[in-house]
C-alpha cells in the first residue's frame, strides 16, 4: 500500500502489501502455499457473509495504503487463481475519500530472477524530482529474500500504474550475518539531518527478532549498520515492521522523518509466532541509529497491541491531505480452507483508523476515519435505559447485520466487582474464562450482535470489571463462541484491558462496527479495539438481531446508544 508525506519539499510515499496467509483456522506461517488450492478459480463468489463497507477485491485471495497527488493507493497481495496464499501479484486500488475504490492492473508481479520466486511486502519514496520508487522484498531463484526497487513506467501518470524493473536488482542482499529466509518487509524510509535515507528490514537471528538498518543517499547502494535499529530476545521473526514517529499532546499526525521537539516514536512489529501485531513507544536517537522503547512500554508478547483480536501485518502511512496518521490491518479469515475455497475470497482489511497518543504518552488510541459517517443511514437512538441483572432489550428499526453503533454505558455499584490478582494481565484466558454466559459483579454487560432471533447465534461484545487492593480493572472481550451453529469454524475469544478510571468516570464508552462477518470494536474511545471474524447460518441479513445485555449483579445504564444501517460504496 501507499501513502505520500512530506519531507521538506519531497513526499515520501509509503508502500505496503500485507502478506499473511489467510482461510486456514490454524495459526500458520504467514508464506505457506498450497500448491493443491491455489490455481482453483472461483466458480462464483458466495455473499453470505460478504462484507458491505469492508475493503474487500472482486473475488479469491486479499490482504493487503499510499495517499498521492490527491488519491490514495491500496495495494495489495492478491491471488488472481485462487481464494488462499500463492500466485501473489501486487493488485492495486484507488480512491479519493478511502470509502470507495475503484480497481486499476496488478502494478508488481513476479517476472525476473530476484523476485521470481515472490514478490512480498515493500515500501515506496518520492526522490528528488518527483520521482517514486518502490523497495518491495522479492524471493530470488535461489530462494533469498531480497530487497528490490520498482520505478514507475509513466511519471505523467497521476495513478501510477505500471512499475519497471531495473537490472541491477536487488539493491539489497543478506550477508552472512542475515538469515536469507527470514529477512523481508522493508519499513517506510525515513531521512536524518545528514542526508541518509533510512529503512528497516524484519528478520531474526535464532529466536530474537529483529529489524536490520540500512542507510543510503540515493536509494540504491546501501549498507547495513553496525547494528540493528532494535531487536528483542525471544519473540522470534518480525514480520511487517512499521516504525513512525507520534506527537506529544496532540491528535495530528507527523510524517516519518519528523524527530525534533516534542515526539515519540512507535515500534510495530508482526510476531510470526502468535500471529498477532505488538507496539511499543519509545525513543529515537537519529545519531546512534537506535530506538529504545519507554521502560513502561513491554517488548515482548505480553505488550501493547493495536488490536487484541483478529489483526496482523498491518501498516500506517502519514495522510498530509488532512494531516493524520492513518493505520490500516488485516482481518484473515477464520473458517476453514475448503470454505474460502467454495464461497471464491478470503481476507478484508479492517476499517482505516486514525491513530494518535494518548494524553499520558504511554499507548496509542485507534478511531475509525470520519470518512466512514458518510456511510450512516437511518439512525436509531435509545437513552437512559436500566438493565439490571439478567436483562437485556432490542435494537429495533435498521438492518443490523450492517451497523455502526456508538453507546455508553454508566456503571453502578463497583463494591460488587470481583477480586483480581493485581499481577494477572492475561486478559484473552480471563474472557475465554468469564465469559457473557458467566454472571459476575460488575459484568458482563455489552452488546450480543449477529444475533439469530432464538438467540442459539450470538457473538458477544462485552465488559467485566474486577478490583485489585488498589484499583478496579476493566476487560474488554470478544466472544464468538456461540456465534454460529456451523461446524469447522475457528471461534476464539479476545480481550484486552481497557485503560479507563472506572471509579472516577463511571462510564465505559463502546463502538461497533458490524459487517456481514466482520464485528470490530472500540472500547474507551478507542484505547482497546479487539476484531472477529463470524459466520453465523441464521442471524445473516435481515435474520440478524441486535441487543445490549447485563449478566451481572450491578445495575447497569445504557444513558445513550445510536445506531446507524450503514450503506454499501463501491468496492471495486
Not at 75 to 85: E, L, S, T
Not at 365 to 380: D, S
Not at 482 to 497: D, E, I, M
Request: charge should be positive; proline fraction near 6%.
Amino acid at each position: 500500500m501507499g501513502v505520500s508525506e512530506v519531507l521538506g519539499g519531497r513526499v515520501p510515499l509509503l508502500l505496503f502489501v500485507l502478506f499473511a496467509r489467510a482461510g486456514d483456522w490454524a495459526s500458520e506461517a504467514s508464506h505457506r502455499v498450497f500448491p493443491e488450492y491455489q490455481d482453483h478459480p472461483a466458480a462464483r463468489v458466495g455473499g453470505r457473509h460478504r462484507t458491505g463497507f469492508h475493503f474487500q477485491p472482486p473475488m479469491h485471495w486479499i490482504n493487503g495504503p499510499m495517499y498521492y497527488k490527491g488519491v490514495y493507493h491500496l495495494f495489495y497481495q492478491y491471488n488472481p487463481k485462487g481464494a488462499v496464499w500463492g500466485n501473489i501479484v501486487w493488485a492495486h486500488s484507488v480512491s479519493t475519500d478511502l470509502v470507495n475504490w475503484t480497481p486499476l492492473e496488478p502494478a508488481i508481479f513476479p517476472s525476473e530472477p530476484f523476485d521470481v520466486n515472490g514478490c512480498w511486502s515493500g515500501s515506496a519514496t518520492i526522490l528528488p524530482g518527483d520521482k517514486p520508487v518502490i523497495l518491495y522484498t522479492g524471493v530470488d531463484s535461489l530462494n533469498r529474500q531480497v530487497q528490490n526497487i520498482a520505478f514507475p513506467k509513466n511519471l505523467s501518470d497521476p495513478f501510477l500504474r505500471e512499475w519497471v524493473k531495473p537490472g541491477y536488482n536487488p539493491v539489497i542482499a543478506p550477508d552472512a550475518g542475515v538469515n536469507a529466509s527470514a529477512f523481508r518487509d522493508p519499513t517506510t524510509a525515513w531521512m536524518t539531518g545528514d542526508g541518509h535515507w533510512h529503512v528497516a528490514v524484519g528478520s531474526k537471528r535464532g529466536q530474537r527478532g529483529t529489524v536490520v538498518l540500512y542507510r543510503s543517499r540515493d536509494f540504491i547502494d546501501w549498507v547495513k549498520a553496525k547494528h540493528p535499529l532494535h531487536s528483542a530476545a525471544g519473540t522470534g521473526m518480525w514480520e511487517c515492521p512499521d516504525f513512525y514517529p507520534v506527537a506529544l499532546r496532540r491528535k495530528n499526525g507527523l510524517d516519518t522523518s519528523a524527530s525534533a521537539g516534542s515526539v515519540k516514536h512507535v515500534l510495530k512489529v508482526s510476531l510470526d509466532v502468535t500471529r498477532y501485531d505488538y507496539y511499543t513507544v519509545g525513543k529515537y536517537y537519529p545519531a546512534a541509529a537506535r530506538y529504545v522503547p519507554d521502560s513502561g512500554s513491554v517488548d515482548d508478547r505480553t505488550g501493547l497491541r493495536y488490536d487484541y483480536g483478529n489483526f496482523y501485518a498491518s501498516k500506517t502511512f502519514f495522510d498530509p491531505a488532512k494531516n493524520r496518521r492513518i493505520l490500516w490491518g488485516w482481518s484473515n479469515e477464520s473458517d476453514s480452507r475448503s470454505s474460502d475455497v467454495a464461497k471464491g475470497w478470503a481476507g478484508v482489511q479492517t476499517i482505516p483508523r486514525s491513530v494518535w497518543l494518548d494524553d499520558g504518552g504511554e499507548q496509542l488510541v485507534q478511531w475509525p476515519v470520519e470518512e466512514l459517517e458518510t456511510l450512516r443511514g437511518k439512525e436509531v437512538r435509545a437513552h437512559n435505559v436500566v438493565l439490571r441483572k439478567g436483562r437485556y432489550f432490542e435494537i429495533n428499526g435498521i438492518r443490523t447485520s450492517q451497523t455502526d453503533v456508538e453507546m455508553t454505558f454508566e456503571v453502578r455499584g463497583l463494591e460488587k466487582a470481583e477480586r483480581l490478582d493485581a499481577g494477572w494481565t492475561d486478559a484473552e484466558s480471563l474472557c475465554r474464562w468469564n465469559g457473557p454466559d458467566v454472571r459476575g459483579g460488575v459484568g458482563p454487560f455489552g452488546l450480543w450482535v449477529l444475533a439469530s432471533g432464538d438467540l442459539r447465534e450470538r457473538t458477544a461484545v462485552f465488559f467485566r470489571v474486577f478490583r485489585t487492593p488498589h484499583k478496579h480493572v476493566v476487560l474488554m472481550c470478544h466472544d464468538p463462541t456461540r456465534s454460529t451453529t456451523a461446524a469447522g469454524v475457528w471461534k476464539p475469544s479476545f480481550g484486552g484491558l481497557l485503560n479507563v478510571d472506572i471509579k472516577k468516570d463511571g462510564k465505559i464508552s463502546l463502538r461497533t462496527l458490524i459487517d456481514a462477518s466482520v464485528v470490530e470494536s472500540f472500547g474507551g474511545g478507542g484505547r482497546t479495539c479487539i476484531t472477529s471474524r463470524v459466520y453465523p447460518v441464521h442471524a445473516v441479513g435481515d435474520n440478524a438481531h441486535l441487543l445490549a445485555f447485563n449478566n451481572g449483579e450491578a445495575t447497569v445504564k445504557v444513558s445513550q446508544l445510536r445506531a446507524w444501517q450503514m450503506g454499501s460504496p463501491a468496492m471495486n
